[in-house]
């Protein structure tokens, strides 16, 4: 079925695919979970998902533990220069993640929503960003999700790794380095990717409490279509408690490597999560999107987590996106 051109408005009408009546792309398949905790268990689907592209190694991990070795041995301080909050390292780590957000946030919205180098093939949701919109910062979806993310979320971001950095270089925190710990040091960077999700589902559960969306989640849920800029687009405490996943750090022994791999994954993983396709872009070489959280979006009480660790199965609040998926819609006080 293809929409009516008059739900398309600034579309592409050659859209490729089938679309609902709201004009949301409906793939084929459903949204499944990684082949990890199945029971019974699958051995052999795990080992090819750990090593196969896409999977969990492949590209998104391995890109991001590149990206964060790249910028450890040639932009992150010292810790010799850590020992004290001084303006020179603290602008060095602010300008460096200010750039990552720019080349990585910015690089989607120029390929995917300047240059339509994808039109609309694959996109979730067929319209395109707000504009003059009194729902958003200067009545335009982007310039708002720019301003949250590229500036709000960036500096505290940055203030957590200034922070770390610092108790680091002053042996306030378990320290844990490769040359006595090899097995451990390479454990963490396994580990990270799941603690992460471990602690986006129970704190993204958290910020649904009724009194916590209202004041402080609802913002990041204004974006039902979101685009790249969208990914860290919250409320600076919802930031805060989002970008807390790097604190364990500070308690379990880690090297500053892991400390900054964390609270990298963390800042640039949102980006590909809400750009609002689904891949493989680039004539079907890159694989990418996140329609697992997507739906979250549009539905809000389901898919709170992401698709490894399966505690929205668990806990009845899984939406697999076919129509006769599962999944609770909006509730009253959220609409």
Same mark, same amino acid.
């Given at each position: 079925m293809r929409i009516v051109d008059h739900f398309l408005p600034n579309v592409e009408k050659a859209? =490729?695919?089938a679309r609902n009546a709201k004009g949301e792309w409906l793939p084929p398949k459903p949204v499944e979970y990684a082949p990890v905790f199945v029971w019974p268990?699958? =051995?052999l689907a795990t080992a090819k998902w750990i090593v196969s592209w896409p999977g969990f190694m492949? =590209?998104?991990n391995l890109v991001i533990l590149a990206i964060s070795a790249l910028t450890w041995f040639?932009?992150?301080p010292a810790l010799a220069r850590c020992v004290e909050f001084r303006w020179n390292w603290l602008l060095q780590i602010w300008i460096r993640n200010l750039a990552l957000t720019w080349i990585i946030y910015g690089g989607f919205y120029l390929y995917l929503y300047i240059l339509k180098g994808e039109g609309t093939k694959g996109k979730f949701d067929a319209r395109w960003p707000a504009r003059n919109s009194a729902a958003f910062l200067f009545h335009n979806q982007v310039l708002d999700?720019?301003?949250w993310t590229g500036g709000v979320a960036v500096l505290i971001w940055t203030a957590y790794e200034a922070v770390g950095l610092?108790?680091?270089?002053n042996h306030r925190i378990p320290y844990l380095t490769w040359q006595e710990h090899p097995v451990w040091f390479v454990a963490w960077i396994v580990v990270i990717p799941f603690w992460r999700e471990f602690h986006f589902y129970w704190t993204h559960r958290a910020i649904h409490w009724k009194p916590l969306y209202r004041h402080v989640h609802f913002l990041h849920h204004k974006n039902v279509n979101?685009?790249?800029w969208s990914g860290m687009s919250m409320h600076p405490i919802?930031?805060?408690?989002?970008?807390s996943v790097a604190a364990i750090h500070w308690v379990v022994p880690s090297h500053p490597f892991h400390f900054l791999f964390d609270l990298q994954h963390t800042a640039i993983s949102p980006a590909s999560g809400h750009h609002g396709f689904e891949g493989p872009i680039l004539e079907g070489k890159w694989p990418t999107g996140n329609r697992f959280h997507y739906l979250h979006h549009r539905h809000f009480e389901c898919n709170y987590g992401a698709p490894v660790l399966p505690f929205d199965k668990w806990f009845g609040t899984f939406r697999d996106g076919l129509p006769q998926g599962t999944g609770a819609t909006l509730p009253e006080e959220h609409r």
């Amino acid at each position: 079925m293809r929409i009516v051109d008059h739900f398309l408005p600034n579309v592409e009408k050659a859209d =490729p695919g089938a679309r609902n009546a709201k004009g949301e792309w409906l793939p084929p398949k459903p949204v499944e979970y990684a082949p990890v905790f199945v029971w019974p268990p699958r =051995p052999l689907a795990t080992a090819k998902w750990i090593v196969s592209w896409p999977g969990f190694m492949w =590209p998104r991990n391995l890109v991001i533990l590149a990206i964060s070795a790249l910028t450890w041995f040639c932009t992150e301080p010292a810790l010799a220069r850590c020992v004290e909050f001084r303006w020179n390292w603290l602008l060095q780590i602010w300008i460096r993640n200010l750039a990552l957000t720019w080349i990585i946030y910015g690089g989607f919205y120029l390929y995917l929503y300047i240059l339509k180098g994808e039109g609309t093939k694959g996109k979730f949701d067929a319209r395109w960003p707000a504009r003059n919109s009194a729902a958003f910062l200067f009545h335009n979806q982007v310039l708002d999700n720019i301003f949250w993310t590229g500036g709000v979320a960036v500096l505290i971001w940055t203030a957590y790794e200034a922070v770390g950095l610092w108790l680091f270089a002053n042996h306030r925190i378990p320290y844990l380095t490769w040359q006595e710990h090899p097995v451990w040091f390479v454990a963490w960077i396994v580990v990270i990717p799941f603690w992460r999700e471990f602690h986006f589902y129970w704190t993204h559960r958290a910020i649904h409490w009724k009194p916590l969306y209202r004041h402080v989640h609802f913002l990041h849920h204004k974006n039902v279509n979101p685009n790249p800029w969208s990914g860290m687009s919250m409320h600076p405490i919802e930031t805060i408690i989002y970008m807390s996943v790097a604190a364990i750090h500070w308690v379990v022994p880690s090297h500053p490597f892991h400390f900054l791999f964390d609270l990298q994954h963390t800042a640039i993983s949102p980006a590909s999560g809400h750009h609002g396709f689904e891949g493989p872009i680039l004539e079907g070489k890159w694989p990418t999107g996140n329609r697992f959280h997507y739906l979250h979006h549009r539905h809000f009480e389901c898919n709170y987590g992401a698709p490894v660790l399966p505690f929205d199965k668990w806990f009845g609040t899984f939406r697999d996106g076919l129509p006769q998926g599962t999944g609770a819609t909006l509730p009253e006080e959220h609409r």
